[in-house]
């Protein structure tokens, strides 16, 4: 079963347990699909790259729009940015730890030959490729630069 229907089946979930909230979050995901999916040039069935795609720009809108709402002291369209995040999220593959990204940079380092900081776009190339989905882009760019600075 595709992330497509995984959704649907939750949004008939929510909406028998009345969880409004939650059947909210699970309806924008649903609509980016769509659009994504009649868009001029795209296939009839997303990948589940693009769906990952579609579901990471989601979770990162969310947490920017609870961030703003955060400094202009609405909390509670912040509450409800953070839940639709957090609800949304579920849906993303597991993410990898700091840990386990600084080890893999180092291999990717080691393969491309990086030598130091001013290799960082040979090294952002293939890590953001080999990253994708499982790690937050910001977070793969800060060890990199991390990475790099120790070489």
Do not use: C, W
């Not at 769906?51 to 400094?71: G, N």
Request: zero cysteines.
């Amino acid at each position: 079963m595709n992330l497509f229907e995984t959704i649907n089946n939750d949004i008939k979930s929510a909406m028998l347990a009345k969880e409004k909230e939650k059947l909210e979050a699970l309806r924008a995901v649903k609509a980016a699909f769509l659009l994504a999916k009649s868009e001029k040039g795209a296939a009839d069935e997303l990948s589940s790259e693009t769906e990952i795609k579609i579901i990471q720009k989601l979770v990162k809108q969310r947490k920017e729009s609870a961030e703003v709402y955060k400094t202009n002291n609405r909390m509670d369209l912040y509450e409800k940015e953070v839940f639709e995040a957090s609800v949304i999220e579920k849906y993303l593959p597991q993410q990898l730890s700091e840990d386990e990204i600084v080890a893999q940079l180092k291999t990717i380092v080691a393969q491309i030959g990086a030598k130091g900081p001013q290799d960082m776009g040979k090294v952002m190339g293939l890590a953001t490729k080999h990253f994708a989905g499982k790690a937050e882009g910001k977070v793969v760019a800060e060890k990199v630069k991390q990475v790099l600075a120790g070489l």
